[in-house]
């Protein structure tokens, strides 16, 4: 076994090559690099949890932002609504009121029509008592021989248009 | 045949000065440049190359970059886990313990000896790990008697123990105390040494047995072969896991240095 059969011979050199190699590992590897590379971790770790942090702060403003678009929108809705309930309102009055125009105007020809109708009747009856009495004054000429004056031909016909 | 096939399983572990270092010295100490010193050497190279290719500070990490952080982290996760936030300061000691310890035992395993070049594996001479247990250890009593003076005896009688047993309690918990640092240098050493010897047995196995004919290269050299082939995946999985041990272990005892119980 060499490692005892060797001893006395090796043992000083075996030390002191092991600290020697293990020394140089120790300040080059762990005190020189290996905090650098945790650092570069921890930055690392630290970057991400900022750009965590940042997502959610621009989540939580895209959601306030969202829920006062909600709210201006509702507001609008509301506005608008009233809007238009109020035009329904103008329109329905407004066509209240002309269709009140409408048939006053309709009323008023209507009404002037009739008198008018009236009058061309009653006109119409006077040229009617007027032949009747003509035609009686002729009648009465020819078949009694009688003759009959303007004036009593039309009393007479008169009460005949009269009880008519 | 000319030559009598002989593996002796043991010789991978032999130490031998090379590049004629044999004769360097400090202090009338021999410190030749030895195989086992040029593998530590290699593993230091190689963890720094592979730790440097980990730093490039990217925001978006490339393919190695990950592996070196997964590396940090799992050190780091592992002290949060035993030692608590007082644990973050051990970090570069840890990882260093545990990436030297893991690049060692891999590159041991490399089948390199394809190429003409023995690995050696160092982690396999109780010089060598004993060098680490010693320091983790050496870690331990400084942290603990800095931070708790004398009060780190306390460590030694656990809570509720009743008066009259302090002393045999006392006495059993500084030996277990003791025995720690022989305890995590041996573990490794012998994981290492007896992973690489049942490999070294097998591959003999299988030389012999392809010496001594062919039916007994089918009887024995075959299934050692195979067994050879798992073996390995096995000793590529105690690779790691010695070295997380070592690594746990020394976080552990770092935890009762920093926090008593």
């Known amino acids: ?164 | 045949m000319a030559v009598e096939a002989k593996v002796d399983p043991m010789h991978q572990f032999a130490i031998e000065p090379l590049f004629g270092s044999s004769n360097w010295a400090i202090a009338g100490h021999n410190v030749a440049f030895t195989n086992s010193a040029l593998w530590m050497a290699l593993a230091t190279v190689v963890l720094v190359v592979f730790v440097l290719g980990g730093l490039k500070r990217e925001v978006v990490p490339g393919r190695w970059q990950m592996a070196v952080e997964s590396f940090t982290g799992f050190i780091d996760s592992m002290l949060a886990t035993n030692v608590g936030p007082n644990g973050k300061k051990y970090v570069p000691y840890i990882f260093s313990l545990f990436m030297f310890i893991l690049f060692a035992n891999f590159l041991g395993l490399m089948p390199l000896g394809l190429f003409g070049i023995h690995p050696f594996t160092f982690t396999s001479h109780f010089t060598a790990t004993g060098v680490l247990s010693i320091m983790s250890f050496a870690i331990v009593l400084v942290v603990g008697f800095a931070k708790h003076k004398l009060h780190f005896f306390s460590l030694f009688v656990p809570h509720g123990t009743p008066v009259a047993m302090v002393p045999p309690i006392f006495f059993v918990e500084l030996i277990s105390f003791l025995v720690r640092p022989f305890s995590l240098g041996l573990r490794l050493f012998v994981a290492m040494m007896a992973g690489h010897v049942l490999l070294e047995v097998l591959s003999s196995f299988v030389i012999s047995g392809g010496n001594a004919g062919p039916i007994l290269f089918a009887v024995a050299g075959v299934p050692s072969f195979v067994l050879m082939v798992g073996i390995c995946a096995l000793e590529i999985l105690v690779a790691g896991i010695q070295a997380y041990v070592f690594a746990l272990l020394t976080c552990v005892y770092l935890n009762d240095a920093e926090n008593l119980h």
Do not use: C
């Open chain 1, 1 to 164: 076994m060499p490692q005892i059969s060797q001893l006395a011979d090796t043992y000083f050199s075996q030390v002191f090559w092991m600290l020697v190699f293990f020394g140089l590992t120790f300040f080059i590897v762990g005190r020189g690099m290996v905090p650098k590379v945790m650092a570069t971790m921890a930055d690392r770790n630290q970057r991400i949890a900022a750009d965590l942090a940042a997502a959610e702060a621009g989540r939580a403003a895209a959601e306030a932002e969202q829920e006062a678009w909600f709210e201006t929108e509702a507001q609008q809705r509301a506005r608008a609504h009233e809007l238009v309930s109020a035009a329904k309102h103008q329109a329905a009055q407004a066509t209240y009121t002309s269709l009140a125009d409408a048939s006053a105007r309709i009323d008023a020809q209507v009404s002037a029509a009739e008198t008018r109708i009236n009058d061309a009747r009653k006109a119409a009856l006077g040229e009617f008592e007027v032949i009747a009495a003509d035609v009686t004054q002729d009648i009465a000429q020819r078949v009694a021989g009688l003759s009959v004056s303007a004036d009593d031909a039309r009393g007479a016909v008169k009460g005949a248009f009269a009880h008519g």
